[in-house]
């Protein structure tokens, strides 16, 4: 795929992923124009401020629950690049018509209006919150893998294809738990903290935004991709960034789940295990050409991939490395 030809569009482009995103795509893959589309015009403002401004990029304010702004926005786009959401489980739980209003419904606005311009591929951000899902923000994700998914039988003459990536928590991403327990320990020194038995899967803004770059590039249309990624404790975590800090536990909060699935038992008997990565096919459909069992093995029937019984883990000393630059960015104001 060459990206130099490509006119590249991302929803959510002022976000943590957004912006990594537009960093890595100008620096090294070039599209002939890429589309920051957002709603938000003084995030916009602040990323120009903050050195992205290339004369390959467009910055766009819209929101994607405006269908007619989408369709304006992806007139001549070749690839949309879909990470707009509400994302924050206790906002999602009070505000639920908003998680609907944004994340189901702006999802198949964009779906919509990319098989009535013709985009030529879509790929949408998931969480492995939309894994049997316990939150509204889960279940608003789960239906916007369904949505996106399954508009690959809407294809219609532009034979538009669509794709999710579906992974876990982004280090020092906005929402994230880093910068909280870092403002925790210059604060009163005391680490608030909801079950020591949680755990997470875990992966670098970096690590997400090639992930998606990568399977953009080898998507057929109706894949879930899933990530091989590390878990951590996090207690652990909060040892790595204050050892000496007393740790409080809070309880779990409404909708928060002790333990996270990136692929259910369920999706077990259409899942293909790469090397670094697994691909959930989609289930009878019959725009799908398959031929990832030639690339990979399908996994065991009643497999699962939960961050408790991952057999990849980061120790404390992997995890302080992890959280150093983190670290630095905080102490420089950089990170709040």
């Known amino acids: 795929m060459n990206w130099k030809d490509q006119v590249v569009l991302i929803t959510g482009g002022t976000g943590s992923f957004g912006k990594a995103f537009t960093k890595i795509m100008l620096e090294e893959f070039q599209p ?53 959401a509400l994302k924050q489980v206790p906002a999602c739980e ?10 189901i419904l702006g999802s ?32 608003t994700k789960l239906a916007a893998e ?29 929402g994230s738990v880093v910068p909280v327990f870092l403002r925790q320990r210059s604060n009163d020194g005391k680490l608030t903290i909801t079950d020591e038995r949680m755990t997470r899967f875990w992966l670098s803004l970096e690590q997400g935004v090639r992930f998606v770059i990568r399977n953009i590039e080898q998507m057929q249309g109706g894949e879930v991709f899933v990530p091989k990624i590390p878990s951590m404790s996090v207690v652990d ?15 779990v909060r409404p909708g928060e789940k002790l333990h996270e699935l990136l692929i259910s038992r369920d999706e077990s008997r259409s899942t293909v295990e790469m090397d670094d990565m697994f691909v959930v096919q989609p289930v009878e459909a019959f725009w799908f050409g398959g031929g990832w069992q030639e690339m990979g093995q399908p996994v065991p029937d009643g497999f699962r991939y939960s961050s408790a019984e991952n057999p990849d883990w980061l120790d404390v000393e992997q995890i302080r490395q992890i959280i150093r630059p983190f670290e630095e960015a905080f102490a420089q104001g950089k990170l709040t």
């Open 108 to 139: 198949s606005n964009v779906v919509d209006a990319a098989l009535d311009t013709g985009v030529k591929k879509v790929m949408a951000l998931s969480t492995d919150k939309a894994v049997n899902p316990v939150n509204l923000y889960g279940a």
């Open 237 to 251: 975590l909060a040892n790595a960034i204050a050892p000496k800090a007393k740790l409080e536990m809070i309880g």
């Open 32 to 84: 002939a124009k890429l589309i920051v589309f957002s709603r938000d015009e003084l995030k916009q403002h602040e990323m120009r401020v903050a050195g992205f401004d290339h004369p390959n990029l467009r910055y766009f304010i819209g929101d994607v629950r405006d269908l007619t702004r989408l369709e304006r926005a992806m007139q001549a786009v070749d690839v949309v690049v879909h990470a707009a």
């Open 146 to 174: 369904k949505l996106v998914i399954q508009s690959n039988a809407y294809a219609g003459k532009y034979a538009t294809r669509l794709s999710c990536v579906r992974y876990g928590n982004v280090v020092g991403s906005r």
């Open 94 to 103: 009070y505000n639920p018509m908003e998680a609907v209003k944004t994340n």
